[in-house]
């Protein structure tokens, strides 16, 4: 948090502050006391960090992708433990396998467009709409990509990119996983 004050200005701090109550009121409200709650909680704070991250530096710390690669299942462990939803915890695993693959050839295709990080990124975002069923799954999945593209129009618009210009996709991808929650 200290880099963050040194770095970045008041309002942008305001905005994370703002985002990060947003996201948590947001899980609170859609799990209420259920035992996926630490699961998304985690999910939405490490949301906040990764996006100023990626809006920052274009990048996504293995720092903070890493360990939710074995912190969130844990967490989604538990709460199939806790509530017996074991096809749920299925779901996770095959929809972290599905989206890691999904993006691994979309980098492998397009390397200067989705990044290694993204592809670890999207992973931890198919382990977490996995785990809700697929529906959730595919709206997250595909939601990124739509608000990735509506993100790049308005910056196109505002003429604060060119067609050149690398747009950090993180972001969307935690925004499209958000929806994705939102919905299930």
């Not at 409200?29 to 990764?50: C, M, S």
């Not at 999945?141 to 747009?167: D, E």
């Amino acid at each position: 948090m200290l880099r963050i004050r040194r770095r970045f200005a008041w309002p942008v701090r305001a905005a994370v502050t703002v985002s990060t109550g947003l996201l948590v009121a947001l899980v609170v409200w859609k799990f209420g006391t259920g035992w996926e709650l630490p699961a998304y909680l985690y999910l939405a704070l490490i949301a906040v960090v990764l996006s100023v991250v990626d809006f920052a530096e274009k990048r996504l710390p293995n720092a903070l992708v890493y360990p939710s690669l074995i912190v969130l299942p844990l967490l989604l462990t538990l709460a199939a433990a806790a509530s017996g939803a074991w096809q749920a915890l299925l779901g996770a695993f095959l929809g972290g396998a599905a989206l890691f693959a999904f993006y691994f050839v979309l980098a492998l295709i397009s390397p200067g467009g989705i990044g290694m990080g993204d592809v670890k990124l999207a992973a931890v975002i198919g382990l977490a709409l996995g785990y809700l069923g697929w529906t959730p799954f595919l709206v997250g999945a595909f939601g990124a990509f739509l608000i990735g593209g509506l993100v790049s129009l308005v910056a196109l618009a505002l003429r604060r990119v060119t067609l050149r210009s690398s747009i950090p996709f993180g972001p969307s991808m935690l925004a499209g996983a958000f929806l994705g929650v939102l919905l299930a």
